[in-house]
């Protein structure tokens, strides 16, 4: 039976011809769910107050998915979520900035062997049917999948080995085995972030040219825990710190030519940092640059380009700062010259390590982390700078796994 719910919110000021924004969407615990007859759930209130701050009318109508993506394709409906990029509906809508950051995961039963969720061809992996881990599964070449229609038939399946593992968000798959009174016996690793957002379709965009640039400002502000690193996420980054980073933060050249940037700028002001920051922004848009090729150049930049291009892509910049944060070595042009009033710089000189929360950088739809640890002398154990380094956390997360 289909569910067919409709909210709806006014504002005071007639929106879209007088029309309400209708979206749809389909109940999917914890992100979409009913309390009662209420229509609730993470995705539900972050869109909501997107668009109440932005004060718009909108409807909410629940709806199976396949229908969603139909009304969307006729017109029936302004948009739909939350979504992740899905090729179907590229040529029709665009999609928002995340809304929600899903974390899929390989579940396995402790008692079962190890399984390696890697082999394609072999290992049996159950999901749901229809869901975005499924169509996930099929794009990357999974042979063996198993989509049913609720987790109780996934436990079941797992229980009598008639697959290896599930696909899941963690929050849903920890929801579910709640609301089943499963016991916690499950081992997981981690397979991929998944950002959600919200499908606005074409039409609506192009009546409406500025909405989908407002809408995605305003996200930050109703659902600032997109960006946030789980303290499970942060200690795996802590390790990649005592096993990797540990190791060459150490380094001669590191703390040498850290050294030779505090000698350098000893006695510089900050009206010569603020000019020497307009020449580097001035030397990035032009083709001479002789302050950034000082730096790009020297042994300590060659050496972290070294690091880099051996991490096959984990380490997705480094440049080091002085103590007073103004760059002495770096992978790649960095975008300031000085960093002394950024956190990076900050957070890390005060506490000696600080890992940033999470980037997303949807142009390659990558997702990193900054960390930030305080150089220290050898003798005297004062802080002399600050290495930073980028991290794509997919590759880290399963690097440590």
């Not at 009662?36 to 209130?45: A, H, N, Q, R, V």
């Amino acid at each position: 039976m289909k569910i067919l719910i409709i909210l709806l919110f006014f504002s005071f000021s007639p929106m879209m011809n007088g029309q309400p924004i209708i979206l749809n969407t389909e109940l999917a615990a914890p992100y979409q769910v009913m309390e009662g007859e209420t229509l609730s759930g993470k995705s539900i209130k972050t869109v909501n107050c997107v668009l109440s701050k932005l004060d718009y009318e909108f409807e909410m109508q629940v709806v199976t998915w396949k229908r969603a993506m139909m009304n969307v394709k006729s017109n029936r409906s302004n948009g739909l979520f939350a979504s992740m990029n899905t090729p179907d509906l590229d040529d029709i809508a665009d999609i928002s900035a995340p809304i929600i950051l899903e974390k899929w995961y390989f579940f396995t039963l402790k008692k079962g062997e190890r399984v390696d969720v890697g082999d394609k061809m072999r290992s049996r992996v159950g999901t749901i049917f229809g869901s975005n881990q499924y169509t996930w599964l099929e794009e990357n070449g999974y042979t063996n999948i198993q989509g049913v229609e609720t987790f109780a038939q996934l436990f079941k399946l797992m229980e009598i080995e008639r697959i290896d593992a599930v696909l899941a968000d963690s929050k849903t798959f920890y929801n579910e085995m709640k609301e089943a009174e499963y016991p916690d016996e499950y081992v997981y690793n981690f397979c991929k972030y998944t950002p959600l957002g919200v499908y606005f379709s074409k039409v609506f965009l192009n009546k409406n040219p500025e909405f989908l640039m407002k809408f995605n400002e305003t996200i930050a502000v109703c659902s600032p825990e997109v960006s946030e690193l789980t303290n499970e996420e942060k200690e795996k980054l802590k390790q990649l710190i005592r096993d990797v980073i540990s190791v060459w933060k150490e380094n001669q050249v590191i703390k040498s030519g850290t050294k030779a940037g505090n000698l350098k700028h000893k006695n510089i002001s900050l009206s010569n940092v603020s000019e020497l920051e307009s020449i580097w922004r001035s030397e990035i848009q032009n083709g001479e640059r002789p302050l950034i090729d000082s730096i790009l150049n020297n042994d300590l930049s060659e050496y972290l380009r070294e690091i880099q291009e051996k991490s096959e892509g984990l380490f997705t910049e480094i440049f080091v700062m002085d103590n007073k944060g103004l760059v002495v070595g770096m992978c790649t042009v960095t975008s300031d010259y000085w960093q002394g009033d950024e956190e990076k710089f900050t957070r890390a000189r005060a506490k000696d390590l600080f890992i940033d929360d999470i980037d997303y950088d949807s142009s390659v739809q990558k997702f990193q982390s900054q960390i930030n640890i305080a150089l220290k002398d050898d003798n005297s154990n004062e802080t002399i700078g600050v290495i930073t380094v980028g991290v794509d956390l997919e590759k880290a997360l399963r690097a440590v796994e």
